[in-house]
Structure formats: C-alpha cells, structure tokens
C-alpha cells in the first residue's frame, strides 16, 4: 500500500497559530492553523471541553469530514447559516462537536481541495476531488496521499497540546471521512497500536474501549 501511495512530503516545522479562541456554550473551539509541508498549512478546528485540564492525561479525536459543501465546518458544530444548520441536522455531521462534549479535544481538517471559500468545481456536474486527483495524478502526485499525511500531522499537533495522552488519540470520520480513518490508520501507528498497547494475548482490542 506505502508502494501504491507514493512518496510523502518532508517535515517542516509545524509553526502552528491559533488565529481564534471563542467559548461556545460548555465548549471551547480554536481556529488553529500549521504548516504541513513546505508551501502548504492545514487549517483546522480545536474543540475542548472549558473544564479539561492542561494536565497530559486526555483523550483526543482527529475527525475527519466527507464531501460536503461546507468542509469541515458542520463537524466542528459550525451554525452560521441555516444551510449550516440543515446539513447538520439531515447527516448528523456535527461529530466533533458531540465527541468534544463528551470529553475528547477535538481536531478537525479541513482536507485538501476544499478550500477556505468552500467545495467548488470549474467543472460543473463534477466532483471536484475526482478533477484534482486526474491532475495530480498525471503528475505522480494522489490527492489521498496528501491528505493521509494532513491526517498524520495532526497527530504531530495533537502530540504538542499539554492537554492530551499522545497514547490515547484515536480518529473517525464519515463517508470520505471514514476512508481517510481507515488509510491513515493503517499508515499511522499511533491511531492504533499505543491505543492497545498493554493488553494481554487473549483480550480482544474493542474490550478497551468502554
């Protein structure tokens, strides 16, 4: 699969800025913008509970968004506009604010191709990941590898926050979500292996999960 996927890019400093801060309700929510590559920055949300403490020892959840029009924004509880609103209520879309609220820190992407103006095509009646990823590939470069290694410096960040247990990260996402969890999962130990590490060799990984 490494094979298939191709090279990823090198590591830069991550140089991360949170460029907002707002109370929502019980939860916190930070516009937090990094550095992935060279010449590109992953712009994302972070949701924590007002109460966590800076202390090591909290859970966090990379939730990774699907297609939809508005990017990572129903995710993270975003309700700017009735559309908003409408998206979050027919496809449950607001995970990351639900996850926040029961007790994770949160990191929402924004994957590539959806920009901060939103999911638009110069094709029209075509998906405009399909579009970016004939031109990329053309090239040697996949849309998915790109975005898998997003996925994995957001674990980088995460690992930086005084508030989580760099060994209890886990990730989830639907539909286009749900495909980054799995490829970014099966590339990243972190996601899984420091999750189950300790268990003994009859304990099924699922059974550490109540």
Sequence with gaps: ?????????KKVDLDAEI??????????????????????????YVLRPKEMKPDGSNPAI????GH????????AGIKSSP???????THN???????????????IPRVRVYGEKGY???FPGRDPCDINYMKGSILGIYTLTLNIWDSMRCIDYLETRPEINPNRIGMMGLSGGGTMTAFTGAVDKRIIEDRFRGLGPHEKPWRSRG
């Design 1 to 9: 699969m490494l094979e298939l996927l191709g090279e990823f890019p």
């Design 19 to 44: 460029e907002y801060l707002i109370e929502d309700g019980d939860i916190i929510r930070e516009k937090v913008v990094f550095n992935s590559e060279e010449f590109m920055s992953v712009s994302c």
């Design 62 to 65: 990379l939730c990774s968004h």
């Design 68 to 75: 939809n029009p508005f990017g990572n924004e129903p995710i």
């Design 83 to 89: 559309e908003h609103v409408e998206n979050i209520k």
């Design 93 to 107: 879309h607001n995970y990351g604010e639900q996850m926040t609220k029961a007790g994770f820190l949160t990191i």
């Design 120 to 122: 638009n095509s110069h």
